[in-house]
């Protein structure tokens, strides 16, 4: 922990103050009927989405879930075509086509995300074949839930992973609940990571609260995979501060009590991350990044709004075949 360069630091700590402006601000949209459907936020999961994405190199890969405004931003992305895509504009980063639960951006190997609950992993398991048969050494991070951990797909990935020895991270981001079912009354083993050793891959368990810590747990991680050694499963112990999408639904539901929450704001991720570099650097110093940060977000905001709807015709493009450059790779 202690190599991690002050920049870098202040690189997390800038990178959540995004994520977390990002999403208050997309709970504004939604509350005024911008955005159709639905929309999940990620506020009080910052620590696990920044520490787990910056732990990567800018190349790597990143697979996310519907979940997922964060981990794009975690990975670099900027944030202008992503609150454009959220409101459905040409200049998003899918054209407008994707919206909140299918951000993707290439440009920072941000691979994409997909309400399907679970299928993010064998998309992620797919990149790292890729890279293997490819002789390239990037790695894939991937981020999925505990309600995900119980699909089949966790376990047919997790499974050709170990076997082949693929180059991916495994990143459950437990919540504790899918929806509003707690874990407890879904998966007869509290924790996630110790499923891993039915498949021979080795496992962590993590505070998804200290952005470090699992940068550390991360990077280690990273590190097997570049080195040949096959996957490794990363469980976060995290949760997320609002209900799980937005709207009405969810207001008068009992399925968590108040105590909990409140429990859990007292270790808000940028409070703790806050607490950890007060050390050298001083509470101005760190109030100016997060202002940059709501500033960066309005500035977003302004560009998607005067940003045009796609035209009408632009519903038949990017269907089939559509090839889009990874990486500078050839088409
Ligand atoms: C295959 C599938 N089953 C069910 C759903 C409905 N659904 C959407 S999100 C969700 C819960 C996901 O929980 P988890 O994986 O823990 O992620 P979290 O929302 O907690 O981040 C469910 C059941 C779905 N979208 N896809
Ligand atoms: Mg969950």
């Not at 952005?211 to 976060?236: I, K, N």
Request: hydrophobic share 35%; glycine share 12%; with cysteine.
């Amino acid at each position: 922990m202690n190599s991690v360069s002050e920049s870098l630091q202040l690189e997390m700590y800038r990178r959540m103050g995004l994520i977390r402006h990002f999403d208050q601000a997309v709970q504004k949209l939604f509350n005024s009927g911008r955005i159709p459907g639905s929309t999940h936020l990620s506020i009080g999961q910052e620590g696990e989405v920044v520490g787990a994405c910056m732990a990567l190199r800018e190349d790597d890969y990143m697979v996310g879930n519907h979940r997922s405004h964060g981990h794009p931003i975690g990975k670099g992305a900027g944030v202008n075509a992503l609150m454009a895509e959220i409101l459905g504009k040409a200049t998003g980063v899918n054209q407008g086509k994707g919206g909140s639960m299918h951000l993707a951006d290439f440009s920072v190997g941000s691979l994409g995300e997909s309400s399907i609950v679970g299928s993010g992993l064998p998309v992620a398991v797919g990149a790292a074949l890729g890279s293997k048969m490819q002789g390239n050494d990037r790695v894939t991070l991937c981020f999925f839930g505990d309600g995900a951990s119980n699909q089949g797909y966790f376990h047919e990935s997790m499974n050709m992973a170990a076997l082949w020895k693929l180059p991916v991270v495994f990143l459950c981001e437990n919540n504790g609940y899918g929806v509003t079912t707690p874990n407890r009354r879904a998966a007869a083993l509290e924790d996630i990571s110790a499923r891993a050793a039915g498949y021979g891959t080795p496992s962590t368990i993590v505070d998804g609260q200290q952005c470090l810590a699992v940068y550390d747990a991360v990077t280690e991680a990273v590190e097997r995979a570049r080195g040949g050694d096959g996957p490794t499963l990363v469980e976060a112990k995290t949760y997320r501060y609002h209900h799980h999408s937005e709207g009405p639904l969810y207001d008068n539901m009992t399925y968590r009590p108040d105590e909990e929450l409140a429990a859990w704001k007292l270790r808000d991720p940028l409070l703790l991350f806050r607490q950890q570099l007060a050390g050298y650097l001083g509470a101005a110093e760190l109030d100016k990044i997060e202002e940059q940060a709501q500033a960066e977000i309005a500035g977003a905001l302004e560009f998607a709004e005067l940003s045009p709807f796609p035209e009408p015709e632009e519903g038949y493009t990017h269907l089939y075949r559509t090839p889009i450059a990874v990486y500078g790779g050839e088409l």
